[in-house]
């Protein structure tokens, strides 16, 4: 069936206000009425079990990062502030007192130069403190969001940030530090990702107290653009156990789980497979996302930039259409895929999600 694409604005086709990820441009875009719930596909979708249609991130999925959960103290957040991208320089301590620096130009945290926790990972039971949730204004903030801003229609996904080795290295003040701390002290790192593991599945088992969780993004960036930082047998001996206790935890309360992990990390895409991640969120420019998908598609779902499309470059109508589409067959087979957007153009967002909800609504009408 051929699927009518509605002009931009067009009068009677129904609409929905959203923003974008990593900004703060409000947008409009068509809503479709479609034959089961956008809640209901978007679980197809993960679990590659004949979706529909590719989830459209603006329709299907309201969102909230780290820094959204609770209110800033005085010099403290949750984490960066990417849905405002603020245009200065400052300096902030995260929960567990790591000093961050956002860098206004990058549109990005870093950790501050100097300043760490801990010294010597074989210190971390004496040093580091595990933030109370009663710390924080979890509580009103969701009420708060339940009340004023929930869509039961939509995915309720929640990005819980930063994960096992990224918070090692948070503490010990730098990657170089954290790495030579896997190799030198393999056994006391292990002790701190299993107690980490506790901290993560305590923390998103509240937060399934206070929004009716369907969808988790966990970061743990793994790799440069060169290479992975950790071997394959640091992997199986340090980071796998850990990270499949938070796994197997969010998935058994029946939830969708994304791993977003920055770098060229091909070689363990097998081991996310055998973790039984639903969706990978990487770059595309350090990996043959693509051949991925071909090795890897019936295992691993893909949260996946429109392929080739350059951000604030101008396409015109037939180039998106293009691009559209030809994401859709690349990453679309059998499900598993949603892509996202980073674009604040209102005229090109309306484009994309209305070509990609109707192709793909074609496409998988003709694999099914």
């Known amino acids: 069936m051929k699927y009518q694409r509605p002009g931009y604005l067009e009068p009677g086709v129904g609409t929905t206000k959203s923003r974008t990820a990593f900004g703060s441009v409000e947008t409009i875009t068509p809503v479709f009425d479609t034959p089961i719930p956008r809640r209901e596909n978007f679980t197809h979708a993960a679990r590659r079990d004949k979706p529909l249609w590719a989830p459209v991130a603006p329709t299907d999925i309201q969102s909230l990062l780290i820094n959204q959960l609770a209110d800033e103290k005085p010099g403290e957040q949750l984490g960066p502030r990417f849905t405002e991208m603020p245009d200065h320089d400052y300096t902030f301590l995260d929960a567990f007192g790591n000093s961050w620096s956002w860098v206004a130009s990058a549109g990005g945290a870093m950790l501050t130069p100097g300043k760490k926790v801990l010294d010597d990972v074989r210190n971390w039971e004496k040093t580091i403190k595990f933030p109370s949730f009663g710390d924080w204004n979890f509580k009103e903030t969701a009420e708060k969001y339940m009340r004023d801003t929930y869509d039961p229609e939509k995915v309720m996904h929640i990005n819980i940030h930063q994960g096992l080795t990224e918070m090692l290295v948070a503490f010990l003040g730098g990657y170089g530090e954290g790495m030579s701390a896997l190799a030198e002290e393999p056994e006391a790192c292990s002790d ?42 640091m992997m199986e001996e340090l980071v796998y156990e850990p990270t499949k206790t938070i796994v197997d ?16 990390i091909e070689r363990f895409v097998p081991y996310m497979c055998d973790l039984g991640i639903d969706f990978l969120q990487i770059q595309r420019r350090a990996n043959d996302m693509p051949e991925l998908k071909k090795l890897y598609g019936d295992r691993i779902g893909f949260n996946a930039a429109f392929e080739g499309m350059e951000p604030g470059k101008d396409y015109t109508d037939d180039e998106l259409t293009a691009i559209v589409r030809n994401t859709v067959d690349i990453y679309g ?16 967002i309306w484009k994309l999600a209305s070509e990609l909800y109707c192709y793909s609504r074609e496409f998988y009408e003709k694999e099914q």
């Open 192 to 233: 701190f990702f299993a107690r980490f593991a506790k901290f993560m599945t305590d923390f998103f088992d509240y937060l399934d107290t206070l929004y009716p969780i369907d969808f988790i993004t966990y970061h743990d960036d793994w790799g440069t653009e060169r290479d992975t930082f950790f071997s394959n047998k």
């Open 249 to 264: 935890h969010i998935k058994g309360r029946g939830k969708v789980f994304e791993l977003h992990s920055c770098g060229k």
């Open 333 to 348: 087979a059998k499900g598993g895929l949603y892509p996202w957007y980073l674009d604040g153009n209102p005229e090109r």
